[in-house]
């Protein structure tokens, strides 16, 4: 069954924006004879799906006011890390603060992000090793309080996760996963990055055993940020494409975690509030590489023979 079919809800059809799939310019070109039809063969082709999730302007799975209120809780939390606890964060922790002062315009959002693994791995009792992707330090401080209960036990955060939940199985399916081989219920780590005027993020990827990443934005200025992803097949021509997702108000974004992405500066006065997740097995980041069918997906096409006055 189609994404577009198995997101009907209540008999309404809904509109879903699906980005195409990327990075398509490279291919193989099997049955070469001229007078028939050629395969063409894509190269590391990129499953990218855009779904308006709490869109104001077009039918979505919740309503505006759904990212309404998880925007409140992601601005409330973000302003008491920032003017709370970060100041102590930086004065206990020496070599964070080294590092903090020496790093870009994404320091903030990666300290928030830091801050958030310890919160998750202590509410469902996790190591909180397990959701770094290149062994970073997540120390618990003495002095600092890992815990956002506002956030945890509220309805539409829950809400949220169970929409992550039912499109990723969606998602995993459309990029060859078995339904029978998916688990009964994901660990979905969830966190909230927000972006001022002149904020962004700096290109990273995840190879840590997750199905998959996304993000979905309750507050966005139209045009004001893309979400870009880096080509997989390398920096040199003829590769080394950009795509270029512009973001808007509800958008909720699937794609591979292994996919390079990083966001633009915010060029307006209006501050932008991202949900970010990874999805893993129920065990944590134990999805192998080979098992990963988001970087197995074959797209092929034919291409008729040109005649010879062409």
Not at 4 to 28: I, K, T, Y
Not at 69 to 95: C, R, V, W
Request: aromatic share 10%; net charge positive; glycine share 6%.
């Amino acid at each position: 069954m189609s994404l577009r079919g198995c997101l009907r809800e209540r008999g309404r059809r809904l509109d879903l924006q699906l980005a195409p799939v990327l990075f398509v310019c490279a291919s193989v070109l099997l049955h070469l004879a001229a007078a028939k039809p050629q395969v063409r063969r894509l190269l590391w082709p990129l499953q990218v799906n855009s779904i308006p999730l709490s869109t104001p302007s077009v039918a979505s799975l919740e309503p505006p006011e759904f990212g309404t209120e998880l925007t409140k809780l992601g601005l409330a939390g973000f302003k008491a890390y920032l003017n709370s606890t970060l100041p102590l964060e930086l004065e206990i922790d020496e070599q964070f603060a080294r590092e903090f002062h020496e790093s870009d315009h994404s320091r903030v959002n990666i300290a928030f992000l830091r801050w958030q693994k310890r919160v998750f791995a202590e509410k469902y009792n996790v190591p909180a090793e397990g959701l770094t992707s290149r062994m970073e330090r997540i120390p618990r401080l003495e002095g600092i309080q890992y815990t956002w209960d506002e956030l945890y036990n509220n309805a539409a955060f829950k809400q949220l996760r169970r929409r992550i939940s039912a499109l990723s199985r969606v998602y995993l399916k459309r990029s060859g996963h078995a339904a029978e081989e998916l688990p009964k219920k994901f660990r979905i780590f969830t966190w909230v990055e927000v972006f001022r005027r002149g904020d962004s993020l700096r290109p990273w990827a995840r190879t840590d055993g997750s199905y998959l990443m996304g993000r979905y934005f309750p507050t966005v200025v139209h045009k004001s940020m893309n979400l870009n992803f880096e080509d997989p097949r390398g920096i040199n021509p003829p590769f080394g494409k950009t795509h270029s997702h512009e973001v808007f108000e509800g958008n909720l974004v699937l794609f591979p975690s292994w996919a390079s992405h990083f966001i633009t500066p915010n060029m307006v006065n209006k501050t932008a509030v991202c949900f970010a997740f990874l999805v893993y097995p129920p065990d944590g980041p134990t999805l192998d590489f080979e098992d990963d069918q988001t970087g197995s997906l074959v797209i092929t096409s034919k291409v008729e023979p040109r005649s010879r006055g062409n």
